[in-house]
Antibody, heavy 119, light 107 residues
Framework: EVQLVESGGGLVQPGRSMKLSCAAS????????MAWVCQAPKKGLEWVATISYDGSSTYYRDSVKGRFTISRDNAKSTLYLQMDSLRSEDTATYYCARHRYPGICFDYWGQGVMVTVSS | DIQMTQSPASLSASLEEIVTITCQASQDIGNWLAWYQQKPGKSPQLLIYGATSLADGVPSRFSGSRSGTQYSLKISRLQVEDIGIYYC?????????FGAGTKLELK
């Protein structure tokens, strides 16, 4: 059974950093591109970033470029999102998601982790 | 960026009724379109990929279609467990944008 379990969320002050993790199991992690998708409270879904199966390529939405870094450790089957210079508008639930192969949609999602940026 | 215009924003329907939700892409995305269902307090679940292909485990009452740059999700006979918010997503090019969502309620 595919499982994606996020951790690392919480309350953080504006301008500070936070690192999210996503532990994957039930599939061959290093065969799949992975992503982070966020959802602000009572709002819709927004793609944040994608990393290729081997970590060689990364893609970001414009609003997080230069502030967020997606990475992975295939030996540990874990996906990460390093979030720096956090802003109040980054407040959201962050989902770890697996890219469907082939294709760019998301076939499995974690339960999500809440990040609140507030002083 | 590719814009996905989803309609309606909300929809109230009766059990066993046919429900249709549409998404209009701002440019050609071919069949790179997915549909998701999100139940209250839960993560999104993939329903349809490639505009018309049913994801694993999804009931056959769900179907997807395409006409040019307009995409539709159809529920043939609405069930109680279908209540939630539905999102389309273009998978053609980054940033992978979602529609604003359609909230489906029981009448």
């Amino acid at each position: 059974e595919v499982q994606l379990v996020e951790s690392g969320g919480g309350l953080v002050q504006p301008g500070r950093s936070m690192k999210l993790s996503c532990a994957a199991s039930g599939f061959t992690f290093n065969n799949y591109d992975m992503a982070w998708v966020c959802q602000a409270p009572k709002k819709g879904l927004e793609w944040v970033a994608t990393i290729s199966y081997d970590g060689s390529s990364t893609y970001y939405r414009d609003s997080v470029k230069g502030r967020f870094t997606i990475s992975r450790d295939n030996a540990k089957s874990t996906l990460y999102l390093q979030m720096d210079s956090l802003r109040s508008e980054d407040t959201a639930t962050y989902y770890c998601a697996r890219h469907r192969y082939p294709g760019i949609c998301f076939d499995y999602w974690g339960q999500g982790v809440m990040v609140t940026v507030s002083s | 960026d590719i814009q996905m215009t989803q309609s309606p924003a909300s929809l109230s329907a009766s059990l066993e009724e046919i429900v249709t939700i549409t998404c209009q892409a701002s440019q050609d995305i071919g069949n790179w379109l997915a549909w998701y269902q999100q139940k209250p307090g839960k993560s999104p679940q993939l329903l349809i990929y490639g505009a018309t292909s049913l994801a694993d485990g999804v009931p056959s009452r769900f179907s997807g279609s395409r006409s040019g740059t307009q995409y539709s999700l159809k529920i043939s006979r609405l069930q109680v467990e279908d209540i939630g918010i539905y999102y389309c997503q273009q998978a053609s090019s980054a940033p992978y944008t979602f529609g604003a969502g359609t909230k489906l309620e029981l009448k």
